[in-house]
T-cell receptor, first 114, second 115 residues
Framework: DSGVTQTPKHLITATGQRVTLRCSPR?????VYWYQQSLDQGLQFLIQ???????AKGNILERFSAQQFPDLHSELNLSSLELGDSALYFC?????????????FGPGTRLTVL | QQQVKQSPQSLIVQKGGISIINCAYE??????FPWYQQFPGKGPALLIA?????SEKKEGRFTISFNKSAKQFSLHIMDSQPGDSATYFC??????????????FGQGTTLQVKP
């Protein structure tokens, strides 16, 4: 158990809908990263927050947004969902930001868009 | 240029054998190269990592070999065990002004160790 929690574990929804994925980092970790894992694209970095501030952005669609709250939990909002958004979404956390900080991954949220 | 290419896509090894997974990159600004192990239904977990100023790092049965001039690095699993059956991802992280800690992953290698 990495200490990173993600809810829900599974999410099934329809095209055009909006969902919110939630992540609680390990105690003491200030950085949160979101990654998308799909069969065709592999594991792709979406966005990173550090202590409430956006730190880096990857290939995140405009339909997707995220935020990190004062208690350091983070939410990833996915709107106008398309079939291609079906994937595993992972949250990871680390103590600081920067390349030598080990990232601890949560168990993921499996999103299925029908 | 921000890609990491990983091979093979899948690998079958007999118990006790050596598993070798290779990765290559183009961007010389990458400054940190971790390997992650992922079991079905779980998130990736850090296995071992190396910095480019080191040519080899060993932790137990796991060794990373790093060739900076060739821009290649590889994971060797010695005495492979059925419990090592998992998907392995190489990754890279930018240093310098691009340093945020975000990881760029290879496509993954599914390893099956046969008893």
């Amino acid at each position: 158990d990495s200490g990173v929690t993600q809810t829900p574990k599974h999410l099934i929804t329809a095209t055009g809908q909006r969902v919110t994925l939630r992540c609680s980092p390990r105690s003491g970790d200030l950085s949160v990263y979101w990654y998308q894992q799909s069969l065709d694209q592999g594991l792709q970095f979406l966005i990173q927050y550090y202590n409430g501030e956006e730190r880096a952005k990857g290939n995140i669609l405009e339909r997707f947004s995220a935020q990190q709250f004062p208690d350091l939990h983070s939410e990833l909002n996915l709107s106008s969902l398309e079939l291609g958004d079906s994937a595993l979404y992972f949250c990871a956390s680390s103590v600081g930001w920067g390349l030598y900080n080990e990232q601890f991954f949560g168990p993921g949220t499996r999103l299925t868009v029908l | 240029q921000q890609q990491v290419k990983q091979s093979p896509q899948s690998l079958i090894v007999q118990k006790g054998g050596i598993s070798i997974i290779n990765c290559a990159y183009e961007n010389t600004a990458f400054d940190y190269f971790p390997w992650y192990q992922q079991f079905p239904g779980k998130g990736p977990a850090l296995l071992i990592a190396i910095r480019p100023d080191v040519s080899e790092k060993k932790e137990g049965r796991f060794t990373i070999s790093f060739n900076k001039s060739a821009k290649q690095f590889s994971l060797h699993i010695m005495d492979s065990q059925p419990g090592d059956s998992a998907t392995y991802f190489c990754a890279a992280s930018l240093g310098g002004s691009g340093n945020t800690g975000k990881l760029i992953f290879g496509q993954g290698t599914t390893l099956q160790v046969k008893p």
